[in-house]
């Protein structure tokens, strides 16, 4: 890429802590055969050498850029941050824990060319039954899909990619903790249509040090991808008709209920009903609609 050039694609890695993955992670993006980009590392004030890995890399390829927030800012105020320091016309996450596969850029901007009115991508989707990727779906039709068919909005950033003026547009993620990914889709699905693309783009590392690795032992968490379901599905923007939010909300409560009682039988008495009382279902409802199903 000519210095004076714009990037096509600005590749974001936030890190915290991360220097036992960071090199193999960046290495990965410098080995793209994709090569119109920039690497913009974001150290979030690790403890660890980091930051230090971090500038070495800039030191040895002008397509690295390496900053340090003044303060830990966590995990999607940092993505935020990272986007800002951004100029190509895609942004795309590769965290410094996971890698991208060499052609993963390519494949993923060439989609997003394909498809001018589409805001955003998701990648590394199971084979879908009816077409080959990529495919574009509106807003309306990605709702459909993830509530009435199979999951779309559960993808990490890792698999997506964004038109830059998009992401501006909605304002970033919203920095709720765990969920922020998630309730990101939906905002941008209420907008802007999707491209879907394939396996094969990035790889993600599954490790402990992660804090996905919470959803195992904290009962709550899983609950609050639910209730973010139902606030998305009541927002005013949400593209579905009044039949299909209604079919929607049913099938979210069901499964509330469903999860409420199954933490009550299988872990705790007192998340249970900590988890009742944000449901907003009294006991005999929650059991009617377990029933009903």
């Known amino acids: 890429m000519n210095t004076n050039e714009k990037p096509m694609v600005s590749v974001l890695m936030t890190t915290y802590n991360r220097e036992k993955f960071l090199a193999i992670a960046v290495d990965s993006v410098l080995a ?25 890399y800039a030191e040895k390829d002008s397509r690295v850029k390496a900053f340090r927030n003044e303060k830990n800012l966590g995990d999607y105020p940092n993505r935020n941050k990272a986007a800002s320091h951004a100029s190509g016309k895609y942004l795309k996450y590769v965290d410094a824990d996971d890698m991208i596969y060499p052609t993963g850029l390519e494949v993923m901007v060439s989609a997003m060319e394909k498809y001018p009115e589409a805001g955003w991508g998701l990648s590394s989707l199971p084979q879908d039954s009816k077409q080959m990727y990529p495919f574009v779906l509106s807003g309306r039709e990605a709702y459909l899909r993830h509530y009435f068919q199979e999951k779309l909005f559960h993808k990490a950033p890792l698999s997506a990619i964004f038109r830059k003026e998009t992401f501006d547009k909605v304002g970033g993620f919203t920095g709720k903790r765990y969920l922020g990914d998630f309730e990101m889709w939906h905002i941008l699905a209420n907008h802007f249509p999707v491209v879907l693309m394939p396996q094969g783009v990035a790889w993600y590392r599954v490790h402990e040090d992660q804090e996905m690795q919470n959803n195992r032992t904290d009962a709550t968490i899983p609950f609050k991808y639910l209730k973010c379901s139902e606030e998305m599905i009541n927002h005013p923007d949400c593209p579905l008709s009044a039949d299909e939010k209604e079919k929607a909300l049913n099938k979210i409560k069901w499964n509330q209920a469903r999860y409420i009682l199954g933490v009550g039988k299988n872990q705790s008495i007192k998340t249970m009903r900590m988890l009742q009382k944000e449901s907003e279902m009294g006991y005999m409802e929650i059991i009617k609609r377990v029933l009903k199903k």
Do not use: F, G, M
């Open 32 to 56: 793209s055969t994709y090569e119109n980009l920039e690497l913009i590392i974001v150290d979030d004030q690790s403890k660890d050498k980091s930051y230090e890995i971090a500038l070495d």
